[in-house]
């Protein structure tokens, strides 16, 4: 046995929220390179059935198309995960949407849409998944937060991400002191910039704010958000619970 050997999932199941392009997809491919059985769970039924065809190419993979913030869509798909894999052992919870807009004029429809995709589908999935995980005393938990849960990004302002991302990381916290007994550990990781459908970033006009205030001068590249997502669901981590590994690049150091 070698440190490496710490960082394999086989014969593990692990579930990738939104888990069908960006940095769910990269995260997906890491946890099957590393041994896992990989469950894409997003809502676009041919992206998923796309981003399965690169994964099988690694290892078992299945398709499940799951609205997170759907209690009864998460329900089934842990019962159709446990009855195709077997039980699961690593979540991730990287679904989330962003919008940009100024306080004033944000509607609730804007509010609710984040909070609900963000946060609370975040704590149903938890929740769904984690009874599983306390049930059989294991399992490791993975929550995509953001630097923006930590800082407040400009000049776009996003106050109901921001909060969404903040709520995430006290959640990971909460469920980690609750569940460590139970031998279930709860984790985030809080990227930076990253190159994904979501963020405009290569719009030189925000340049100046999105590569040169960001120390190591660029944005990542969602292979590089990946590895510490593995970290964390591995047992190379198995003394880590309730923390969130900031992964951008030094932004948050300013
Ligand atoms: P993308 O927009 O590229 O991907 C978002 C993913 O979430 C898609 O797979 C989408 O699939 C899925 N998704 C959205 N809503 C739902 C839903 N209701 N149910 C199930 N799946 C859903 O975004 P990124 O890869 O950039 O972002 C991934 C995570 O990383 C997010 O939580 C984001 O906040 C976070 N993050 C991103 C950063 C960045 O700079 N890109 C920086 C910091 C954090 P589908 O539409 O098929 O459902």
Redo the contacts with the bound molecule.
Sequence with gaps: MTVLDLFRLDGKVAVV??????????IAIALAEAGASVVV????AE??DEAVAELSKIGPALAVS?????RAALVAMRETVTAELGPIDVLV??????IHGESLTLDDDGWDRVM???LD?VWKASQVVGEQMVGRRTGSIVN?????GMIINRPQWHAP?AVS?AGVHHLTKSLAAEWAPQGVRVNAI??????????D?DDPKWRHYWIDEVPMQR??Q?SE?APSALYLAADASSFVTGSVLVVDGGYTLW
């Design positions: 929220t939104g888990g069908n392009r960006g940095i769910g997809k990269a769970a997003a809502r676009d992206r998923n799951t609205d997170v913030t759907d919870n990287n679904a989330g949407v962003g609900s995709t963000n589908a995509v937060g953001s630097m923006s991400y991302k809080a990227p930076g910039y990253t190159k994904t459908e979501i963020s970033i944005y990542a969602a958000i």
